[in-house]
């Protein structure tokens, strides 16, 4: 289909993405891999994970973004769970 000066018809198609939702779900699969060789750096990892993804579910799409926080969340609650772990094994060791 061609107009009379001879340009054709064109449709502009925004891509949805969401860059602070996959940032967020990005971060957190890194810091489940980094969670065994560096704890500090994988606690900061996964708190930048949990921002981003939070952020993020405020905006469309949001799978990865959900995605993320639910990784983050989980993350987040074993390394507190470790923590009062070890403070109670500090505790019995007195």
Known sequence: MEYEN???PYMVVERKTNGMG???????LVAIF????APL???????LG?????IGV???PRGLAIAGL??????IILILVFIAL??????MAL
């Open 41 to 47: 750096a994988s606690c900061i990892l996964w708190l």
């Open 70 to 75: 639910v990784i983050s969340l989980i993350g």
């Open 58 to 60: 405020f905006r469309r």
């Open 6 to 8: 001879g340009q054709r």
């Open 34 to 37: 980094f969670g065994c060789f």
């Open 22 to 28: 996959t940032a967020g779900f990005v971060l957190s």
């Open 86 to 91: 070890l403070g109670a094994a500090a505790l």
């Open 50 to 54: 949990l921002i981003f993804s939070f």
